[in-house]
């Protein structure tokens, strides 16, 4: 060990700064370096300026162990944990204090920090469903880049879908709960089991954003025959729509039944809870969502069996349960059917179309919105979908224009011809109910 220079006092003990920096042959300041930074033993006398001590024997001791450099040189072990220091009973229990208090809050802020990351976690495990399939009975739901969120397989056999624009309504991502995430609402049609009497009626599932069932809803519009008795639980849904509703969306439903000619309009809520809106006297086939400057209305099109007519009608959104017209055939009404009616019902005439196919009606399979408010229907020859009328309504709906397309058609009258034969809408063949 290198030796001290200076004259070493005759005591064991060091009372001031200089003393001890003396001893060791350094400055002030080295000194107290070494004991914050190198862990060299100081104690301290307690008081408000406490003064300081140093034992010699404690300070030769340092030198050896941390290999302290020699007087006027900057060195010494760094790593070397200082002695704890003798504290008076009321300051271990201030600096025990506060190191509890340290520790909780740093306890606190890491549990809260914890709970967010787990929280940011999950939503990014979630994600945003962009897009779902239903392919055989398995529904999964994908990202933006195609990648899988969730999936859900439903019990029996699903009758096959076909990958159209026709059937797209039967899988749509909605947010209809209004969470800034959107779920998947589905439309199910299972093939009955070979046990089974008779098929089933489709069924209607909402699944929130983590692919939980929300709600879902077995289809019974609880219309009853002219005769008062129940129809047979066969019912289809024909196309669904959302529409806007607050902040919420509801859904509306066309609705038909599978063996005989009933159909109808059904609104659900948020939460699934169904109400029958529009009856009619036949299929319906089709809605249409129109926004014009008075609110929102559904124009719903299809088939009217007591006049064996295609029709169209329109209803707004907030408007009470309605009913098709009264009139013709007796057996096509619902003994139940609600009592008012809808703001404009439309039966479509007969047309020379409709004679050369010899087919017994039209059907208002499509509708289109326009910009002005209007609507745009087809009307197609029952068993030849090539031939077709397309009938454009205004805003008050009115008929403005009619016009004809297909081989059939053309092949038997001029386009001069078609139009003669429908002259303005307030002298058209069209029947207003």
Excluded at 108 to 121: E, F, R, V
Excluded at 212 to 230: A, E, V
Aim: hydrophobic share 35%; charged share 20%; aromatic share 10%.
């Amino acid at each position: 060990m290198n030796s001290i220079t200076g004259p070493q006092p005759p005591i064991g003990e060091f009372h001031t700064w200089s003393e001890i920096a003396h001893y060791l042959g350094v400055s002030v300041r080295e000194a107290q370096n070494r004991e914050k930074n190198d862990g060299m033993p100081v104690h301290r006398l307690p008081g408000k300026k406490p003064r300081v001590w140093a034992l010699r024997s404690e300070l030769d001791a340092w030198k050896t162990q941390a290999g302290a450099s020699a007087p006027g040189t900057n060195g010494g072990v760094a790593d070397r944990a200082k002695p704890p220091e003798v504290l008076p009973l009321g300051d271990q229990r201030s600096v025990t204090e506060r190191h509890f208090a340290r520790r909780a809050l740093l306890g606190i802020a890491g549990t809260a920090a914890a709970a967010i990351g787990g929280s940011l976690l999950f939503h990014s495990r979630v994600g945003r469903t962009e897009r779902a399939v239903l392919s055989g009975n398995l529904l999964t739901a994908l990202d933006g880049l195609g990648g899988t969120l969730w999936t859900h397989r439903f019990a029996g056999t699903l009758q096959p879908q076909t990958d159209d624009d026709n059937t797209a309504w039967r899988v749509q991502v909605l947010d209809l709960e209004a969470t800034g995430n959107p779920g998947v609402l589905t439309v199910c049609s299972r093939l009955p089991e070979p046990s089974a009497l008779q098929p089933v009626s489709d069924e209607l599932f909402y699944f929130g954003p983590e692919g939980r069932i929300r709600w879902t809803h077995s289809l019974r519009p609880g219309l009853l025959d002219f005769d008062g008795q129940p129809l047979e639980p066969v019912w289809r849904f024909s196309h669904v729509i959302p529409v806007p509703w607050g902040k919420q969306q509801t859904i509306w439903a066309g609705v038909h039944h599978g063996w005989r000619w009933p159909g109808c309009v059904m609104r659900f809520d948020a939460v699934g809870s169904p109400s029958v809106q529009f009856a009619n006297s036949g299929f319906v086939e089709r809605l249409c969502r129109m926004t014009r400057p008075d609110g929102e209305f559904i124009a719903v099109s299809g088939e009217n069996n007591a006049f064996d007519r295609a029709f169209v009608a329109v209803i707004g959104i907030h408007d009470p349960p309605s009913s098709s017209p009264a009139g013709g055939a007796k057996r096509c009404y619902f003994a139940n059917a609600p009592p008012g009616s809808p703001r404009d019902y439309t039966l479509f005439p007969t047309t020379e179309m409709l004679i050369a196919e010899d087919a017994p009606y039209g059907q208002a399979l499509q509708m289109y919105p326009t910009n002005d408010g209007g609507f745009v229907a087809e009307v197609r020859a029952a068993y030849n979908q090539r031939a077709l009328f397309l009938y454009e309504f205004s805003a008050r709906t009115r008929c403005v224009s009619c016009r004809g397309q297909g081989p059939i058609l053309l092949s038997l009258r001029s386009r001069a011809a078609v139009r003669r034969s429908f002259p303005p809408p307030q002298r058209s063949g069209l029947a207003r109910v």
